[in-house]
């Protein structure tokens, strides 16, 4: 079982919907990330947040927009998204905002596999 | 720009058999990492590289990284079908900034 939490598992959304997506976790882990991933393609980094401010944005569009309400939760919000954007979004967390100080690898959720039609 | 290049992408093995996937990354990083992700499913951590000369074993997987050379291998011994999956090298550049290879997708058959 993962220890980092996201809801929905499956979403399914029109383009001009708004909808969000959760990531939880409760290791006390100060650094949360956003990937998304493409069918067959390795998962591609989106968002990083470190002790709540966001620290990496990968020239990601404003359709997608990330919330980091306090340390153990993160959200993306989503809004006029377009076909492209269907995938299969990771949460994952980190215990520093460093990952070269620290012997771990990142902790992923299970996904919300997204749809919009 | 940063790349991370696996090879093979595709690997298709009878059980009982070995075989290497390699990893190379273009720029200096101090940490290597190996993932594995069933189907439809998240990203499972199988090792965390930490220097030069690194070796990790568990069970029929073992891999090493050579930060000289820039290449980490993830050894297959005596594949078998449970291993089925594709397996991702990572680093990480400028703290917890961390980028994928290609990933490999791994068919061991019987």
């Known amino acids: 079982d993962t220890e980092v939490t996201q809801t929905p598992k499956h979403l399914v959304m029109g383009m001009t919907n708004k909808k969000s997506l959760k990531c939880e976790q409760h290791?006390?882990?100060?650094?949360m990330y956003w990937y998304k991933q493409k069918a067959k393609k390795p998962p591609e980094l989106m968002f990083v947040?470190?002790?709540?401010?966001?620290?990496i944005n990968e020239s990601v569009p404003s359709r997608f927009s990330p919330e980091c309400p306090n340390s153990s939760l993160l959200n993306l919000h989503l809004h006029a998204l377009q076909p492209e954007d269907s995938a299969l979004y990771l949460c994952?967390?980190?215990?520093?905002?460093?990952?070269?100080?620290?012997?771990?690898?990142?902790?992923f959720g299970n996904g919300t596999r997204l749809t919009v039609t | 720009e940063l790349k991370v290049e696996q090879n093979p992408l595709f690997l298709s093995m009878q059980e009982g058999k070995n075989y290497t996937i390699y990893c190379n990354y273009s720029?200096?990083?101090?940490?290597l990492y190996w993932y594995r992700q069933d189907p439809g499913k998240s990203l499972e951590s199988l090792f965390v590289?930490?220097?030069?000369?690194a070796v990790k074993q568990e069970g029929r997987l073992m891999a090493s990284l050579d930060t000289k050379a820039r290449l980490s291998t993830l050894h297959i011994t005596a594949a078998v079908h449970d291993l089925s999956a594709t397996y991702f090298c990572?680093?990480?550049?400028?703290?917890?900034?961390?980028?994928f290879g290609a990933g490999t997708r791994l068919t061991v058959k019987p």
């Open positions: 994952a967390s980190s215990p520093t905002d460093s990952l070269s100080s620290y012997n771990s690898p990142l902790h």
């Open positions: 290791m006390g882990h100060r650094a």
């Open positions: 947040y470190s002790y709540e401010k966001l620290s």
């Open positions: 720029t200096t990083s101090d940490r």
């Open positions: 590289l930490l220097s030069n000369g």
């Open positions: 990572a680093v990480t550049i400028n703290n917890n900034d961390m980028r």
